[in-house]
C-alpha cells in the first residue's frame, strides 16, 4: 500500500510534465495569449522544479519525510486546481510555479521511500516496479490530455490531480511510518539562492526576450546580467565557501561532468520537440486534440520499452555503446521529422516518435549509470540534485529557444516568401481565381497561405536544431570512461 501511494503521487507528478502540451493551442486561445507567452505554462513548472528538486535532503531532514510528502501532495494539488481557475497567463504561469515548487519533492520522496521499505535483495525488482510507474505519466499524458480538453475543457488537465492526489494523500496518512526528524544538516541558503537568482534571471530573459525585442529592451538587459551576475556569485561562493550547496569536487570527476552536460542536451531534446510537436499536430496538419494525443502517444510506449530493454543489457553490453545507439535513433527520427510537408502521414509521424522515444530511453538510464559509476558515495546525493538541475534546465532553456525561433522565422520567413506573391508572379496565375490578389477575400487567403508554408519552414528549421544539437552530444561520448565495478543503484537518478 505504501508502494502504491507514493507511486499515485509520482505519476501525479509525472502526468504534469506532459499532459497540459497537448492543451496549450486551447489554453492559448482561451487566455488570449502568444505563441511565446503560452511556452511559459510549460517552462516555468519545470524551472520551479529545478529550483526546489536540491533543497528536498534539507526539508526531510527538518520536518520528516512524511510531513513533507503530505505537505507537497496538498500544496501541488491545491496549486494545480488554482492552474484549472486561471482567468490569463499570469496567472495560470504563477500556479504552474507553485505546482513546480510543491512537484519537485515528490520523484526523490517516493524514489527514497521504495528503497527504504524493501529489504536490499527486494531492491532492484522494487526500483524497476517504481521506473515503469514514473514512465506510465509520459505514455498517459498526450492521450489523457487530448480526451479531457476534448470532452471537457482544457482545465480539466489540472483537475484530474485532485482524485489522484487525493488517494495518495490517504494512502500516506493511514499506511506510511513516520520517519521522523534527522540531524538538521547546515544548508548553504546563500548558495542556493545565487543559483535561484541566475537560473531564473536566465530563464525570464530568454521567455520575454521575443516579445521585447531582445536587447533593445531595457528589461533583457537587467535580466541578463542578474543572470550572468548570480551565475558569476555562485561559483565564487563556491569556491570559497566551507560548506558550499554544492562541492567544487563533484565536478573533477569527468564522467559525471560529461554526463551532466549530455543530460542537459537530451533534457532539451525531450521537451523541446514535445513543445513543437503539439502545435504542429494542431494547427498545421488540423488534427483534433484527442487525435493528436493519440498520435503522441507511442512516443511514451517506445521510452518505457527501451527502458525495460536496457535494464537488462547493462552490464552485459558497454554503455557506450547504448548511448551511441540511443542517440543515433534521436538523429535517425529527426532528421526525418525535417523533412516533413503538409501530407505528411499519421503513421510516419508515430513511427519516428516511437523511434525517437525508444532512442530517448537507450540514453536515460545507461546516461546516469556512467554519471555515477565512478562518483564517491560521499558526493551522491549532491550529485543527484545537480544532475536533476541540468536536466531540468536544459530542458526549459531548449522550449523557450526553439519557441523563441518558431515565432521569430515565421515571420521573416512570411516576409521572404510574400515578395513574390503578387499578381505577375506565374504561380499565383495559376492559382483560382477566389485567391485573385486583386480581391480583398484573394489577399486574405493568399496571406493565410504563404503564413502556413512560413511557419512549416520554421518548424522545420526547429527540428534541425535539434538534430545538430544531438550530433553534438555524440563525440561526448567518448570522454566517458568505461567504470571498472558497475554501479546499482544509481540507475534510477535519472527519474527524478
Not at 124 to 137: D, E, K
Not at 247 to 259: Q, S
Request: charged share 10%.
Amino acid at each position: 500500500m505504501i508502494t502504491a501511494c507514493v507511486m499515485l503521487a509520482t505519476i501525479m507528478q509525472a502526468l504534469d510534465t506532459t499532459i497540459a502540451n497537448i492543451a496549450l493551442p486551447y489554453m492559448q486561445g482561451n487566455l488570449g495569449a502568444n505563441q511565446d507567452q503560452i511556452n511559459w505554462v510549460l517552462t516555468s513548472y519545470i524551472v520551479a522544479a529545478a529550483i526546489m528538486t536540491p533543497v528536498t535532503g534539507a526539508l526531510v531532514s527538518r520536518i520528516g519525510r512524511k510531513n513533507l510528502f503530505i505537505v507537497a501532495v496538498v500544496g501541488f494539488v491545491a496549486a494545480s486546481v488554482l492552474c484549472g481557475l486561471a482567468q490569463n497567463v499570469t496567472e495560470i504561469v504563477g500556479f504552474r510555479l507553485l505546482q513546480g515548487v510543491f512537484g519537485a519533492p515528490l520523484v526523490p520522496l517516493s524514489q527514497a521511500t521504495v528503497i527504504d521499505i524493501n529489504p536490499p535483495e527486494r531492491r532492484g525488482q522494487a526500483m524497476a516496479i517504481w521506473g515503469v510507474g514514473v514512465m506510465v505519466g509520459p505514455i498517459l499524458g498526450p492521450v489523457l490530455g487530448g480526451w479531457l480538453t476534448d470532452h471537457y475543457s482544457w482545465r480539466w488537465v489540472f483537475y484530474i490531480n485532485v482524485p489522484i492526489g487525493a488517494l495518495a494523500l490517504s494512502g500516506m496518512l493511514f499506511f506510511m511510518p513516520d520517519s521522523g526528524r534527522q540531524d538538521s544538516k547546515r544548508f548553504d541558503w546563500l548558495g542556493f539562492g545565487l543559483l535561484s537568482l541566475g537560473v531564473g534571471a536566465l530563464q525570464m530573459m530568454l521567455d520575454r526576450g521575443q516579445d521585447q525585442d531582445w536587447f533593445n529592451s531595457l528589461e533583457i538587459i537587467i535580466e541578463t546580467v542578474l543572470a550572468a551576475l548570480g551565475f558569476y556569485m555562485f561559483v565564487v561562493h563556491l569556491l570559497t565557501a566551507e560548506a558550499p550547496f554544492v562541492r567544487p569536487r563533484l565536478f573533477a570527476d569527468r564522467n559525471f561532468v560529461v554526463a551532466m552536460v549530455v543530460m542537459a542536451i537530451v533534457g532539451s531534446l525531450y521537451y523541446s520537440i514535445m513543445a513543437l510537436a503539439t502545435p504542429f499536430l494542431q494547427t498545421m496538419l488540423g488534427y483534433p486534440v484527442v487525435t493528436a494525443g493519440l498520435v503522441m502517444g507511442p512516443r511514451g510506449i517506445g521510452t518505457m520499452a527501451a527502458m525495460l530493454v536496457v535494464g537488462r543489457l547493462i552490464g552485459k553490453v558497454d554503455t557506450r555503446i547504448l548511448l551511441l545507439l540511443g542517440l543515433g535513433m534521436i538523429i535517425g527520427s529527426l532528421w526525418r521529422m525535417s523533412g516533413y510537408s503538409l501530407g505528411v502521414s499519421t503513421t510516419g509521424f508515430m513511427i519516428d516518435g516511437l523511434v525517437q522515444g525508444a532512442g530517448l530511453g537507450l540514453v536515460f538510464v545507461p546516461l546516469s549509470t556512467m554519471a555515477f559509476s565512478t562518483l564517491p558515495r560521499l558526493y551522491l546525493d549532491e550529485g543527484a540534485g545537480i544532475y536533476s538541475v541540468s536536466r531540468n534546465l536544459g530542458s526549459s532553456i531548449g522550449i523557450s529557444i526553439v519557441t523563441a525561433l518558431l515565432t521569430r522565422n515565421t515571420q521573416i520567413n512570411h516576409q521572404l516568401l510574400g515578395e513574390h506573391v503578387n499578381a505577375y508572379s506565374p504561380a499565383v496565375q495559376q492559382l483560382p481565381q477566389m485567391m485573385s490578389p486583386a480581391t480583398t477575400t484573394g489577399r486574405a487567403m493568399l496571406d493565410q497561405m504563404v503564413n502556413q508554408q512560413a511557419s512549416l519552414i520554421a518548424y522545420i528549421d526547429d527540428f534541425k536544431l535539434l538534430m545538430v544539437l544531438a550530433i553534438v552530444a555524440m563525440p561526448m561520448l567518448i570522454l566517458l570512461r568505461k567504470p571498472k565495478v558497475a554501479a546499482g543503484p544509481a540507475v534510477s537518478v535519472h527519474m527524478d
